[in-house]
């Protein structure tokens, strides 16, 4: 599973984002025991948006069968992302459950648009060969954890993942 760390998120300011090296860094350190890769392939691209990263990976990844993975969280923002509906027919779709954004993601313009394309979760080992497009809801219980939350607790978590300055050496 790849972790597509975004150099930036056209619906964020960018005001207080921390840098792509700092939040690649994090990230990588969050997934080391999982089989989870971070990776700054959408800076490495030059792709600014979801729809041209994706399209520009299954360019470059021919025989490879992609499942977008995102949160509901998202899922009840995805109509405002640009040519979401693009985004729909290039791969299937995954939506993991997040806490609080249940009833956001189901009253969701973009699900009542991919309602007929929704599939049950016990079927998705078949996910890479639905026809798009395709979105399977995974139920499980959530991870309650979020980076708003973690940043506010700590705002400084930045400098963990900074590299050391030449002053700063022994």
């Not at 993601?105 to 497009?133: D, F, I, K, M, Y």
């Not at 959530?142 to 022994?170: G, I, K, M, N, Y």
Request: no cysteine; glycine share 4%.
């Amino acid at each position: 599973m790849w972790w597509l760390v975004s150099p930036g998120n056209p619906l964020k300011p960018d005001a207080g984002m921390a840098p792509l090296a700092v939040r690649l860094a994090s990230a990588r350190a969050m997934a080391r025991r999982a089989p989870i890769r971070p990776t700054d392939i959408e800076a490495r691209l030059g792709t600014r948006y979801t729809v041209d990263t994706l399209a520009a990976l299954i360019r470059r990844y021919p025989n490879h069968r992609f499942v977008w993975l995102m949160g509901g969280d998202n899922l009840a923002q995805f109509h405002l992302w640009r040519d979401w509906r693009r985004i729909a027919q290039l791969m299937p779709i995954a939506v993991i459950a997040r806490p609080g954004y249940d009833r956001a993601a189901h009253r969701a313009p973009a699900l009542r648009w991919l309602r007929r394309s929704v599939h049950p979760a016990a079927e998705a080992r078949n996910w890479t060969t639905w026809r798009l497009p395709a979105l399977v809801l995974l139920r499980f219980r959530p991870d309650p954890t979020s980076a708003t939350r973690l940043r506010e607790a700590d705002p400084a978590w930045q400098t963990t993942f900074l590299p050391p300055r030449a002053t700063d050496a022994p």
